[in-house]
């Protein structure tokens, strides 16, 4: 079990620049920053304490235990530290991190899991995860029900005896619909009521979209927290990871599933995170969400733009919920970086929009990914939702996603108001743009 560190009194937004003032993870008082740790192995004194560092995998120990490092895949200190910050910013007992968010994903389900049981998920997510439940848990005898989680009473009416997790992410890829934690918890609740402590009911919430800054599932009642590293919390574009916040019941078999299905974060991705994309996670989302906000009244005026999705904006159709729920470490209301659209396409094809952005402009790439410090752009339903096929526009992917980087937003607006200059009244399957010569 990871040490809780005690904030002190400390915000969290001076926590997450300085991390724990001790670690027994690590001994680096001369250090300002930690270590980086590079070795695959570790020197065992005797063979007693190698087999005591393995009877006691995953077990809790003493918070002031030394702990017996075996192996990079069981464990690392490195790892550990960010796991323990993670843990605490999110409110939660434990952290573990994998080697990317499907990795975090895959393990916070396959820890809990077994063939037979049933999961209860949103009708839309991300499309790899999409791709997990529909391609691969049918194989495993795991049978997933879809439900819209925005209405926490339908999802109440199709869990059975056997639905083991409710499942979603919120805001959702790519719409940013919101879920209702406070009331999936409710109905979560009143299922376990009639339940034994072993076949417990778990709401599951990837919050990749918000990370720890905009909101913390675990104090709305989700009893696990998935994110990919890769995003808003790496920050930077420069490394792959995710990461489970758990329940303490839970840790052990999250950290045996890590170790036995391999999926662990490498050891230097988990100091990039720690030492560059943890302590700038508030300065970067708050000025980046000051852009988003301009980008997104900026489209809202736009005759070409048919529906602007940005949880800060007064037409945001949950924006009461987006008000409870996404709430910063000082107490602020935190709508996040990304922003949907859809185009009128009577007026503009959207892909030849997105193609003269890719080639014409400076400040915005034409990338998957998202939560980077460079504005990205991409169209979900032939890039990351390309798994919903023909299902997608029905489920409303149909538009296009952006995510708010560090650029000024004048020069972002710029480039967006210069290819819809150039693609408006373009017919549909022509790509308008020429690149630069
Ligand atoms: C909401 C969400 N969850 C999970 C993932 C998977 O993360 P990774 O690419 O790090 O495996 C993504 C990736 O885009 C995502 O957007």
Request: a positive charge; glycine letters at 10%; one cysteine or more.
């Amino acid at each position: 079990m990871k040490k809780r560190q005690v904030l002190k009194g400390y915000r969290k937004t001076t926590w997450i620049v300085h991390g724990p003032d001790k670690t027994t993870k690590w001994d680096f008082s001369r250090h300002v920053v930690p270590p980086m740790t590079s070795s695959s192995t570790y020197r065992l004194q005797s063979v007693s304490r190698g087999a005591r560092g393995f009877c006691e995998y995953g077990n809790p120990v003493g918070d002031d235990a030394e702990p017996i490092y075996i192996y990079d895949r069981l464990d690392d200190p490195t790892r550990e530290m960010l796991e323990g910050e993670l843990a605490q910013l999110e409110g939660g007992d434990a952290c573990l991190t994998f080697a990317s968010g499907m990795a975090a994903v895959s393990g916070a389900l396959g820890a809990v899991l077994r063939s037979g049981d049933e999961v209860v998920a949103h009708d839309l997510l991300y499309g790899c995860t999409h791709s997990l439940f529909e391609k691969w848990y049918p194989r495993q005898g795991i049978n997933v029900k879809r439900a819209d989680f925005r209405d926490p009473a339908k999802v109440a009416s199709v869990i059975g005896p056997k639905t083991r997790v409710l499942y979603c992410e919120t805001p959702v890829n790519p719409t940013l619909d919101l879920v209702d934690l406070k009331a999936l918890s409710r109905a979560r609740d009143e299922v376990n009521r009639r339940r034994g402590d072993n076949n417990r009911l778990l709401l599951v919430v990837d919050s990749t979209f918000a990370t720890p800054f905009c909101q913390r599932p675990v104090e709305h009642g989700a009893d696990i927290v998935v994110h990919s590293l890769t995003k808003n919390i790496g920050g930077f574009g420069t490394e792959v990871g995710g990461a489970v916040i758990a329940p303490q019941g839970l840790y052990h078999d999250l950290k045996w599933y890590r170790k036995d299905f391999g999926g662990v974060l490498s050891a230097k991705s988990a100091w990039s995170i720690l030492v560059y994309g943890l302590p700038t996670l508030p300065v970067r989302l708050k000025r980046q969400q000051y852009s988003a906000e301009k980008v997104a009244r900026f489209l809202e005026k736009n005759p070409l733009v048919r529906e602007v999705r940005w949880p800060g904006l007064a037409s945001f159709p949950q924006k009461e919920l987006a008000r409870r729920q996404m709430i910063d470490f000082d107490g602020e209301f935190a709508p996040g970086n990304m922003i949907y659209f859809r185009l009128d396409g009577a007026k503009i094809d959207a892909a030849a929009f997105v193609d003269d952005v890719a080639q014409n402009a400076y400040s915005i790439t034409l990338a998957v990914s998202l939560g980077h410090v460079k504005t990205l752009i991409e169209m979900p339903s032939g890039m990351t939702h390309s798994a919903y096929s023909g299902e997608g526009a029905m489920r409303g992917v149909d538009g296009v996603r952006l995510s708010i980087g560090l650029e000024s937003p004048v020069d972002i607006i710029r480039d967006l108001e210069n290819s819809f200059a150039r693609t408006a009244g373009k017919r549909k399957g022509k790509s308008a743009a020429k690149a630069p010569a």
